[in-house]
């Protein structure tokens, strides 16, 4: 394993992910929190293959990364003039691609 420092952004937003990761077998490992506060290790695969180096940078890689989610639930609301007395319910999505701004550079 590789230990890298790393930003990662979805296209399109100002909030990223920093700080310290690692590269092993091509994915990138970082750690993350829950929205229940739980730890869990986050992995974006083939950074390594989808990352190109920076020109004039030693060690230094950035690129785009589609990550596919399957199986999301996504909440749905319901039209008040339909029958229904729920107020929403959850719909599940077969798939969603998120794309993400990779930057990381390997620390010795």
Known sequence: MQKVVYSISKVNRDEKLK????????NLLIPSLSSKGKP???????????????????DEFKGYVDVIYTNVPV?????????????????VL?????????????VL
């Open 94 to 106: 077969e798939t969603i691609e998120t794309t993400y701004y990779v930057w990381f550079k390997k």
């Open 40 to 58: 869990y290790i986050r992995v974006f695969e083939s950074v390594s293959e989808q990352c190109k180096p920076v020109f004039g940078k030693q």
């Open 75 to 91: 909440f749905k609301s319901v039209d008040h003039d339909s029958d229904e007395n729920k107020e929403g319910s959850y719909e």
């Open 19 to 26: 700080g310290v990761g690692y590269l092993s077998e091509g």
